[in-house]
């Protein structure tokens, strides 16, 4: 077996919540071994910024391109998760010279590989230069300027960690901003794609109606009723229809047709919204998953669980049910593919991106420079 390399994961994603940490030692292959992981929630002015940024980003013709406020924020967010890192090392008394590679996702702030645009604001080499530590960073962009959807990402982690199943196939569910499955199936095989609204919509409706980042634990929806003609309306979108390998921005559907319910109807359908589009990611799957394996913050909402597991034929288990932790399995596969990176192993694949060849990704910061 191949020395194993100490790498941390730093993932922030579509949800906007913070920066998610974790160990991860790891040969890129099979050899997994899980360490410590931490959460450090985004302060408040920088939720703010980073819905602006969300507007603006939408503008930019160059995904290099960086307006004033976007080169600022970008400058925050890195200055962010270099103090994470620091925190979480002298947290766990891990010492800094043990640490082989970060792999550092940054915030996305606009997602569209029609265009071949995908931004995700951080950068490397100051991350490298705060941490003392090599950085892999931009680990999408070669596998959209190949033409593939650069996202999914995660699912060649999801087949290292499917190792331990003997019953295939099975699923791995990230309910994030946006929802992405990875379809497992013998011999390592994969499909993975974005399958609709993760918690974006549910998180933005209760922003908007109540001030609360999202509804905790589902109490909000679990009071409401569905309304059916609305849910039908939002399911009639054409994106369910195409094939996958495809991806989504986080903004990519709208609550329109919510907007007249009382709180608790809009949220009841938005996550039963949710729960179907996921339900209707079967169709594109050669067979039914015999488990699916969910992680991300969705799976902590218990009224959408429970609509899921009423949409599914198999068992639905949050990622805690199989030893795991469903909060850092994302920091976890930056952390692995920041080491497949430095080895040239490959990232992504014609199952999960649409990219024409397997290939590897990711660009490297030197500490030294």
């Not at 998760?81 to 800094?96: D, K, S």
């Not at 990519?252 to 179907?276: C, M, Q, R």
Request: include cysteine.
């Amino acid at each position: 077996m191949s020395k194993l390399k100490r790498a941390i994961g730093l993932m922030s994603g579509t949800s906007m919540d913070g920066i998610d940490v974790a160990l991860l030692e790891t040969d890129g292959d099979r050899a997994l071994r899980h360490g410590p992981a931490a959460r450090t929630p985004y302060p408040a002015e920088i939720k703010v910024k980073l819905r602006a940024a969300l507007k603006e980003a939408q503008a930019l013709k160059d995904r290099a391109d960086r307006p004033a406020a976007l080169l600022d924020l970008e400058r925050e967010l890195t200055e962010l998760n270099a103090e994470a890192v620091t925190r979480f090392l002298q947290a766990n008394g891990i010492e800094r010279e043990t640490i082989d590679l970060i792999g550092y996702h940054g915030q996305t702030v606009w997602h569209d590989p029609a265009r071949s645009m995908t931004v995700q604001l951080g950068e490397g080499a100051l991350l490298a230069a705060r941490t003392g530590i090599d950085v892999v960073f931009d680990l999408r962009a070669a596998d959209v300027a190949a033409g593939g959807q650069g996202a999914p990402l995660v699912p060649v982690y999801h087949r290292a960690l499917s190792a331990q199943f003997s019953e295939l196939p099975l699923a791995f569910l990230n309910i994030g901003g946006v929802a992405n499955v990875t379809w497992i199936g013998e011999g390592g095989r994969l499909l993975a794609f974005d399958t609709g609204p993760g918690n974006a919509l549910l998180d933005d409706w209760m922003l908007r109606h109540t001030g609360a980042a999202h509804d905790a634990n589902g109490a909000v929806a679990a009071r409401g009723r569905i309304d059916e003609e609305a849910l039908m309306t939002l399911l009639t979108n054409a994106y369910f229809g195409l094939p996958p390998p495809k991806s989504l921005d986080r903004d990519a559907f709208s609550a329109a047709p919510v907007a007249a319910l009382a709180l608790e109807d809009g949220a009841a359908t938005l996550a039963a919204f949710t729960a179907a589009s996921i339900a209707k990611a079967r169709e594109h799957m050669p067979r039914e998953p015999r488990t699916w394996i969910v992680c991300g913050g969705g799976r902590k909402n218990k009224t959408l669980m429970s609509m899921l597991a009423g949409r599914v034929a198999n068992a639905v288990v949050p990622a805690e049910a199989i030893g795991l932790n469903g909060d850092v399995i994302e920091a976890e596969a930056w952390a692995y593919m920041a080491v497949r990176s430095v080895l040239k192993l490959p990232i992504t694949f014609p199952q999960t991106t649409g990219v024409a060849a397997p290939m590897t990704g990711g660009v490297l910061a030197k500490a030294n420079g």
